[in-house]
Each structure stands twice: as structure tokens, then as C-alpha cells.
């Protein structure tokens, strides 16, 4: 069974940062090319960034793009995503996602709130 566990979330000043955290299992991780989505209020997804499955190339959303760095650690099965310069705009739910096959996952999601 495909898990991810997002962590990390929380409530921030504008110009703040936060790192999230996500946790994968029951999938070939070391494979698999992982993603950063959110979903801001009465918005749909949003894509954030990509990592390919080695870690040397990675991509970011125009919006988040020299602000936010996406890494993973293929011995411990964990994508981060460091989310610095923080803005009103980027409050969203975050879910780290994959693919295998036909099927897309994402987990239950960690909240992000920028907020003065």
C-alpha cells in the first residue's frame, strides 16, 4: 500500500520559513519521480515542484521559483521542501505525490498558513 505522510506545516509571518517533510513507504521510491502539489482555499491542485528520481533535477512553479527547494533522501524515503521568503499567497494545504503506472498518490497533506 502506497503511504505519504506530510509533516511540517504551521502558521508563519510573511517572510518566514518552514520546511515540510514527507515520508513515503509501499513503493519503489528509489524510482519514483516525486512531486510537491497544494491546494490553496477554494482553489484546485497546484503544482509546486518536481524531483527526478536521482535528485539532480529538480522544478518549480513560476510562483514559488527561487524561494522554494525541493530535495529528497532515497536512503530514508523522504522528500522535503524548503519554503523560504514566505507569502500570504502560498497558504495552502501541501501534499507531497506520485505516480506508478496509471495511478496518482498524495498524501493526507500538512496545512501551511502565512499570516501576519
Known amino acids: 500500500e502506497v503511504q505519504l505522510v506530510e509533516s511540517g506545516g504551521g502558521v508563519v509571518q510573511p517572510g518566514g520559513s518552514l520546511r515540510l517533510a514527507c515520508v513515503a513507504s509501499g513503493f519503489s521510491f528509489t524510482f519514483s519521480v516525486m512531486r510537491w502539489v497544494r491546494r490553496a482555499p477554494g482553489k484546485g491542485l497546484e503544482w509546486v515542484s518536481t524531483i527526478n528520481i536521482g535528485g539532480g533535477s529538480t522544478y518549480y512553479a513560476d510562483s514559488v521559483k527561487g524561494r522554494f527547494t525541493i530535495s529528497r533522501d532515497n536512503a530514508k524515503n523522504t522528500l522535503d521542501l524548503q519554503m523560504n521568503s514566505l507569502k500570504p499567497e502560498d497558504t495552502a494545504v501541501y501534499y507531497c505525490?506520485?505516480?506508478?503506472?496509471?495511478?496518482?498518490?498524495w498524501g493526507q497533506g500538512t496545512q501551511v498558513t502565512v499570516s501576519s
Open positions: 505525490a506520485t505516480e506508478t503506472g496509471a495511478d496518482s498518490y
